[in-house]
T-cell receptor
Framework: DAKTTQPTSMDCAEGRAANLPCNHSTISGNEYVYWYRQIHSQGPQYIIHGLKNNETNEMASLIITEDRKSSTLILPHATLRDTAVYYCIVRPTYNNAGNMLTFGGGTRLMVKP | DAGVIQSPRHEVTEMGQEVTLRCKPISGHDYLFWYRQTMMRGLELLIYFNNNVPIDDSGMPEDRFSAKMPNASFSTLKIQPSEPRDSAVYFC???????????FGPGTRLTVT
């Protein structure tokens, strides 16, 4: 499985966009990039995933570089409730299990008033 | 839907005692996962089931740990005998082949003294 590298922590002002980077330079052609987050004392929560194209949903946008070696999760208008640890995960799609997730250290995002 | 349900939410026990953690997955989900989270090791997969059958238990730390899924709506993770190093938050998650998401429960915080 491809490994990911994320900054340990980041700060963001409330109301501003939060841009969380992730490097996955060894990603394979059939591997998806997933983002989960974990708010304090809760279980992880799915945010978004993508393969090649940029993706957007009601929570966030995912920008994947053309070479797929890195990606950025964008929270367009961060709120205090977005304070959490954000995990970037690369998941193989050939796996018959279909749903394996390997969590790394993640980025601790602190949204400040 | 109530989501993934875990019980108890908190468990404090003495070293050597048996501990049983319980999980009720989301109805209709055919995958169930047990994770453990510690400060030192982060979030790691212990075991997962597909259609009530254990598929991969390579993450189970040792023979003191066992997991069962007697039916589609219930799973247990048992530790016998428990040790202080088993202190962690244990998460259960469920999912399906048709969904890219894993849905996590609120976790059980286990403290072994």
């Amino acid at each position: 499985d491809a490994k990911t590298t994320q900054p340990t922590s980041m700060d963001c002002a409330e109301g501003r966009a939060a841009n969380l980077p992730c490097n996955h330079s060894t990603i394979s052609g059939n591997e998806y990039v997933y983002w989960y987050r974990q708010i304090h004392s809760q279980g992880p929560q799915y945010i978004i995933h993508g393969l090649k194209n940029n993706e957007t949903n009601e929570m966030a946008s995912l920008i994947i570089t053309e070479d797929r070696k890195s990606s950025t999760l964008i929270l367009p208008h961060a709120t205090l409730r977005d304070t959490a640890v954000y995990y970037c995960i690369v998941r193989p799609t050939y796996n018959n299990a279909g749903n394996m997730l390997t969590f790394g250290g993640g980025t601790r995002l602190m949204v400040k008033p | 839907d109530a989501g993934v349900i875990q019980s108890p939410r908190h468990e404090v026990t003495e070293m050597g005692q048996e501990v049983t953690l319980r999980c009720k997955p989301i109805s209709g989900h055919d995958y169930l996962f047990w994770y453990r989270q510690t400060m030192m090791r982060g979030l790691e997969l212990l075991i997962y089931f597909n259609n009530n059958v254990p598929i991969d238990d390579s993450g189970m730390p040792e023979d003191r740990f066992s997991a069962k899924m007697p039916n589609a709506s219930f799973s247990t993770l048992k530790i016998q005998p428990s040790e202080p190093r088993d202190s962690a938050v244990y998460f259960c998650a469920s999912g399906t082949d048709n969904s890219y998401e894993q849905y996590f429960g609120p976790g059980t915080r286990l403290t072994v003294t």
